[in-house]
């Protein structure tokens, strides 16, 4: 899929005049979550979406997926709270787009918000990957297992990234998560046994 051109991005994200935006401009919640939005709000939403979609050729989809992207590039910049604008605004035009509530995950968990918190996107990223009719997905498994290990959760990060390694068997991330899981449980041998898998991976 072809993407927005940034100078269209940097329009799109400037329609974000919404109250509720300045309610939570230091910390934005996923889907504005505790705001009780007033009338004035709701037709910003629809503003929004109608000018987004518009820029987009009409393309809903494509709106909501340019501003996944810039999500996803304000969390490799470290900048979580402008990640979770960017994929608040995608939510308004897709809100059952599973790689937005992947993105709040990701996000929550960089500026450290509670585990429950974090898990609980993931889990509705699932269920709308599987509501969808869509395969399962080894990167969001990968993705969350790395949470789980980072949060100190070893043995739940080990399930989740065998669970990845189950749906996709040559994904490295995966073995290298499992090399560090297993360092941290203290099992010698799986942890060879991935490091052999990954070192086999690596040279082709």
């Not at 494509?62 to 900048?79: C, H, K, P, T, Y």
């Not at 995950?105 to 709308?128: C, G, M, P, Y």
């Amino acid at each position: 899929m072809k993407f927005l051109f940034a100078p269209i991005l940097a329009i799109i994200l400037g329609f974000t005049s919404l109250q509720a935006h300045a309610q939570i401009s230091t910390r934005p919640a996923p889907m504005w979550e505790d705001y009780k939005k007033t009338a004035l709000d709701i037709q910003s939403d629809k503003d929004f979406v109608k000018q987004a979609t518009e820029l987009a050729g009409g393309d809903a989809a494509r709106a909501a997926a340019s501003l996944v992207q810039i999500g996803w590039q304000r969390i490799g910049e470290g900048d979580p709270n402008h990640a979770i604008r960017a994929f608040n605004q995608a939510w308004l035009i897709e809100a059952e787009n599973p790689s937005v509530f992947w993105g709040f995950a990701v996000a929550a968990h960089i500026r450290n918000d509670e585990l429950k918190i974090v898990s609980r996107w993931f889990n509705r990223t699932r269920q709308l990957i599987a509501l969808k009719g869509l395969p399962e997905n080894h990167r969001l498994e990968a993705d969350e297992a790395r949470v789980l290990a980072e949060r100190g959760e070893h043995e739940k990060a080990k399930a989740l990234f065998e669970k990845a390694l189950t749906i996709e068997p040559d994904y490295i991330p995966a073995h290298i998560g499992m090399i560090n899981v297993a360092g941290e449980l203290g099992d010698t041998e799986l942890k060879d046994k991935h490091q052999k898998l990954h070192d086999e991976l690596v040279k082709g």
